[in-house]
């Protein structure tokens, strides 16, 4: 079979399915492994799709912008592995800044009590309370569909503080184009925490690798990753522009 007739294949077959694993394509295609991995490859290059581990996906629209509930029931385990692990880098007398992210979220019950927090998500404060760990929210405009507070008054807020470190949920992690997610108000919110920070670090597990979304957050270098499984080529591809935190079950 031809290279644009294998091409045409997987992409019609995402059309289908946002995700296709591997060996799906190469039983489509007849053809082999190392085949449909640089066929994944070149299709990736020309933003046509990403690979994830074991496979493929389709890109999301540089405006897609999940509500909280949808992101928090979407790849849960993944991001609670990632959480706990995140977690762990807290100590006592630390000062931090969470994010008003689904995953940045599932830090809190594993977080030592003994610390002071800053955010911007109104869905942590309950939890946040429940655990009697000092926390101070931001100012600003309530955003309805990711539980955020942004906006001038969130900026001016965040400008009181400094922290020992920050940890951020971000929609789209890209080597060329760094951090993104869709709203520039939230990007805004989110860079400028990573600045007032001692050690940034962003929780993403796989999806959210190669995705672009419309708003830059700020360079790769800024942050390390926390992430669970990618593939070996991703992997090398991202660890030479910042660092990052495999977990592992």
Request: net charge negative; proline share 3%; with cysteine.
């Amino acid at each position: 079979m031809l290279e644009p007739e294998r091409h045409q294949i997987i992409l019609d077959a995402l059309k289908e399915k946002n995700t296709v694993k591997l060996q799906e394509l190469v039983e489509l295609t007849n053809s082999s492994e190392s085949t449909i991995r640089r066929d994944l490859t070149q299709l990736e290059q020309m933003k046509f799709l990403k690979r994830v581990h074991g496979g493929a996906a389709r890109l999301q629209g540089k405006l897609q912008e999940p509500s909280m509930n949808e992101k928090s029931s979407k790849n849960i385990q993944a991001k609670r592995q990632i959480a706990k692990f995140a977690a762990s880098l807290v100590e006592d007398g630390d000062c931090i800044y969470l994010d008003a992210g689904s995953s940045v979220f599932e830090m809190i019950p594993h977080l030592p009590s003994n610390i002071v927090v800053v955010t911007n998500g109104f869905m942590h404060l309950n939890d946040l309370l429940e655990r009697n760990i000092k926390t101070y929210i931001l100012g600003g405009f309530a955003k309805t569909t990711t539980k955020a507070i942004i906006g001038r008054g969130a900026l001016e807020s965040l400008e009181q503080y400094r922290f020992d470190k920050c940890f951020m949920g971000v929609n789209g992690i890209h080597p060329q184009f760094g951090y993104t997610t869709p709203d520039p108000d939230e990007a805004m919110i989110k860079q400028r925490a990573i600045s007032l920070t001692r050690e940034a670090y962003v929780l993403a597990d796989e999806s959210k690798f190669s995705e672009i979304s419309f708003a830059k957050i700020t360079d790769l270098h800024s942050a390390t990753i926390i992430t669970n499984a990618v593939e070996e080529e991703i992997d090398e591809q991202y660890s030479n522009k910042t660092k990052i935190k495999m977990v592992t079950t």
